[in-house]
């Protein structure tokens, strides 16, 4: 069975992979051998692919590499502020390019009360048992809790 390939339409630009190099971690050969690390552009074609499809990491195509590596090296960049950089750098060209009124900013929020969140002084999970407690039988007895009957009464 041939395995399609990823449309390149999901695949980072040259010039955008070139901006995004001097942000990106270098690291060394080991001395100990083993497998050699992934190189920089099949895994950041796979990250940038994750975030655009909303995918699962383990459903990601083969050719960007697995799914476990992939988190493991976005788990990287987003610890060493990779992400942050790009979007500070992004920030700046579209500020040389378009322009950004620094001097005014807006937060849009709302808070409100959640649709189910409850009553005024929180959940009261104990009400429902003390309603069963006094629950009465049609012929006027009280209802007790299991294994609390009272002992001098004969139950029919």
Do not use: N
């Amino acid at each position: 069975m041939e395995c399609q390939q990823v449309d390149a339409k999901f695949r980072l630009p040259d010039a955008l992979m070139e901006r995004m190099e001097p942000l990106l971690p270098t690291f060394p050969k080991s001395k100990k051998g083993g497998r050699p690390r992934l190189t920089w552009r099949p895994v950041l074609d796979g990250i940038f692919y994750v975030m655009r499809t909303g995918c699962q990491w383990k459903a990601v195509p083969p050719e960007f590499g697995s799914g476990s590596s992939l988190h493991r090296y976005f788990q990287l960049l987003v610890q060493l502020g990779v992400f942050e950089d790009l979007w500070a750098m992004a920030l700046l060209e579209y500020d040389d390019l378009k322009g950004i009124d620094w001097g005014w900013q807006s937060m849009d929020g709302a808070m409100t009360k959640a649709p189910l969140g409850g009553e005024k002084h929180g959940p009261q999970p104990h009400r429902s048992r003390q309603r069963w407690h006094q629950t009465q039988f049609v012929d006027g007895r009280q209802r007790h809790p299991l294994g609390h009957h009272d002992q001098r009464r004969q139950h029919a």
